[in-house]
């Protein structure tokens, strides 16, 4: 499975950002991400169809998670965004079931670096 993740860059607080990760094949996926200093965190997940999303408490209300299957790519619209979203974010894909647990994915991408500004 190869994940290429895209769309990060440079932000200032309150700008908006949409990250895409292309993926082949049709699996439950997810966005993580780790700020510098900092553990992996879950941001947000869907599954297979698209119809149920999971979301990290912190970013819930700001962050929409969301697929298109007829091209293979999950993205990650990510509104009001403030200095603390500073991170690599990583798309990662699961064979099971959705999950806000890292270790139930199996593939990840090499992630993109999101930088916000104040």
């Known amino acids: 499975v190869q994940l290429q993740a895209s769309g990060g860059g440079l932000a200032q607080a309150g700008d908006s950002l949409r990250l895409s990760c292309a993926a082949s094949?049709?699996?439950?996926m997810g966005w993580f991400r780790q700020a510098p200093g900092k553990e992996r965190e879950f941001v947000a997940a869907?599954?297979?169809?698209?119809?149920?999303?999971y979301y990290a408490d912190s970013e819930k209300g700001r962050f929409t998670i969301s697929r298109d299957n007829t091209k293979s790519t999950v993205y990650l619209q990510m509104n009001s965004l403030k200095p603390e979203d500073t991170a690599i974010y990583y798309c990662a894909a699961s064979t099971g079931g959705i999950s806000r647990n890292e270790y139930e994915y199996n593939y990840w991408g090499q992630g993109t670096q999101v930088t916000v500004s104040s």
């Open positions: 869907i599954n297979r169809s698209g119809v149920l999303t």
């Open positions: 094949g049709r699996y439950v």
